[in-house]
């Protein structure tokens, strides 16, 4: 049972417009979310992270929202771009519960941004 | 400051082989997660180990296996080596204070 689900396998946008990747998690008990990007042949770099107790936490070009009634969040990228093309990826942890070395991963999503 | 290193890049191994993996955390990251990525399952944790001690474990059978030494750098040993363990063995560091992960660029595994 995927308890962190990113439903959209990729994405196209083209260059400078928004990017908006989703992610749903199913364990109410996550209190920490973070994305990842990740190029072939490397291993995931850290982009944004949020805590439960906010909704929004932006770095930059890339913001992160959450909405715990929904489960549901979401990374925007703007603008775009060619750059950011990747597969991006949705984790949450359960830090309070002693799960912060467990990254719970969705599936990715591929991102591919068009000049 | 260096990244999280993690040899060997690449091996392959005979089923019914063992091999360890190692992994060097950023100097000062106390807590080294590991990882198997492969294309059906995703990313999926084996276990976190936080000065010395395992701190979490996933789901996997007991073949695999890890220890951290006291200057934080972790190994990752497979026993009894079958195809499906064929993947992507991914390291992370972290402060371990409940922070972000840092990867290293894995350390892909083959078995025949």
């Known amino acids: 049972d995927q308890q962190v689900k990113q439903n959209s396998p990729s994405l196209s946008v083209q260059e400078g417009r928004i990017s908006i990747l989703n992610c749903d998690y199913t364990?109410?008990?996550?209190?920490?979310f973070l994305w990842y990007k990740k190029y072939p042949a490397e291993g995931p770099t850290f982009l944004i992270s949020?805590?439960?107790?906010?909704d929004k936490n932006e770095d930059g070009r890339f913001t992160v929202f959450l909405n715990k009634s929904a489960k549901h969040l979401s990374l925007h990228i703007v603008p775009s771009q060619p750059g950011d093309s990747a597969v991006y990826f949705c984790?949450?942890?359960?830090?309070?519960?002693?799960?912060?070395?467990?990254?719970?991963f969705g599936k990715g999503t591929k991102l591919s941004v068009k000049p | 400051k260096a990244g999280v290193t993690q040899t060997p890049r690449y091996l392959i191994k005979t089923r019914g082989q063992q091999v360890t993996l190692s992994c060097s955390p950023i100097?000062?990251?106390?807590?080294v997660s590991w990882y198997q990525q492969t294309p059906g399952q995703g990313l999926q944790f084996l276990f976190e180990?936080?000065?010395?001690?395992?701190?979490n474990k996933g789901n996997f059978p007991g073949r695999f296996s890890g220890r951290q030494f006291s200057n934080s750098r972790s190994e990752m040993n497979v026993s009894t080596l079958e195809l499906g363990d064929s993947a992507l063995y991914l390291c992370?560091?972290?402060?371990?204070?409940?922070?972000?992960?840092?990867f290293g660029p894995g350390t892909r595994l083959t078995v025949t």
């Open positions: 992370a560091s972290s402060p371990g204070q409940g922070s972000e992960q840092y």
């Open positions: 364990n109410s008990m996550f209190d920490y």
């Open positions: 949020i805590s439960s107790i906010k």
């Open positions: 984790a949450a942890s359960a830090r309070g519960w002693g799960s912060q070395g467990n990254l719970i």
């Open positions: 100097s000062g990251h106390r807590s």
């Open positions: 180990y936080f000065s010395e001690t395992q701190r």
